[in-house]
């Protein structure tokens, strides 16, 4: 379809637009960067999406392709923020098409999520920017969950952003279509929690692990951490109370109800500790700041 197009060469042709929040850009319009034309999607025959009006160019060799994106990159929309000097505002979507194989690589350089912290000083509209690119990244993180599961993606959501719509036809042809995902991340330590953000948005991209990597967190955490308190059962609370200095206290067993559980025991005041303890106050209260330590301890 684009070969009418190609003057230059006849191996490939190249379309580079810009995406902020659900409006459309042409990255290879002639004239500046100010006034480049804003482009409708259009909804094909297959159920996909174009962006009507595209410029296409076909370039000669390597090293006009080449010129030709970083020039196009170069007029993306970017801001400085609290996290980065250069922060895209915007997506990019770049694709190749080699007019012989007609084959097809589209190149989706994604904005990065801003957590609500890093984006809390930006003006209005840089948060309205902000919320525009996570819920555009959520909807393509949908559509690549289903994907994943080898489910067919709901047009909801294949619709829910310019972004998902432009990537549609990788989900209506899912079996001729192969996903690689790019993290870029910062080597210092003071940006750990990004780069953790980034990789958790990279695995989910995939679509790979997700669900079992929480998983597996969870029960991993789990399995370390020691039981509260609270939730002890009635044979719980008779084994601390059996261990606990130095095993002292395992006489207050023996006036413990059948079923009294870690519920009923961080409810127990000092002076009743007293109580149970014989009436010695000292023992009482050495029983009571034992517990409230191991209430404490995480």
Not at 244 to 268: A, H, Y
Request: aromatic residues 4%.
């Amino acid at each position: 379809k684009h070969d009418r197009w190609c003057k230059g060469g006849d191996w490939l042709s190249v379309q580079f637009v810009e995406l902020r929040g659900n409006r459309c850009f042409d990255l290879l319009a002639p004239g500046p960067k100010e006034k480049m034309p804003e482009l409708r999607l259009r909804e094909s025959n297959d159920g996909g999406f174009f962006a009507d009006g595209a410029t296409v160019l076909c370039p000669k060799g390597s090293k006009e392709l080449c010129r030709i994106v970083r020039e196009a990159h170069a007029r993306r929309a970017t801001v400085a923020t609290e996290a980065n000097s250069v922060s895209s505002r915007s997506h990019a979507l770049c694709t190749l098409r080699l007019l012989k194989s007609q084959g097809q690589l589209t190149l989706a350089d994604c904005a990065g999520t801003e957590r609500r912290k890093d984006s809390m000083y930006h003006s209005k509209e840089r948060q309205q920017e902000a919320a525009e690119i996570n819920a555009s990244l959520h909807a393509l993180k949908e559509c690549l969950r289903h994907l994943a599961l080898r489910k067919d993606v709901p047009p909801q959501n294949l619709r829910a952003s310019a972004l998902t719509k432009l990537l549609s036809s990788a989900f209506v042809r899912e079996d001729a279509v192969k996903l690689a995902v790019i993290c870029t991340v910062s080597p210092c330590a003071g940006d750990t929690e990004h780069t953790l953000a980034t990789l958790r948005t990279g695995m989910a991209l995939s679509g790979r692990g997700v669900e079992k990597e929480v998983r597996e967190l969870i029960s991993t955490r789990r399995g370390n951490e020691p039981v509260p308190p609270a939730k002890w059962d009635s044979s719980q609370v008779r084994d601390w109370l059996a261990e606990v200095g130095n095993g002292q206290f395992q006489d207050v067993c023996e006036s413990l109800p059948q079923e009294f559980n870690g519920k009923m025991l961080v409810r127990v005041t000092e002076s009743r500790f007293t109580q149970m303890c014989g009436g010695d106050a000292r023992r009482g209260q050495q029983l009571f700041a034992l517990l409230h330590e191991r209430m404490r301890a995480k």
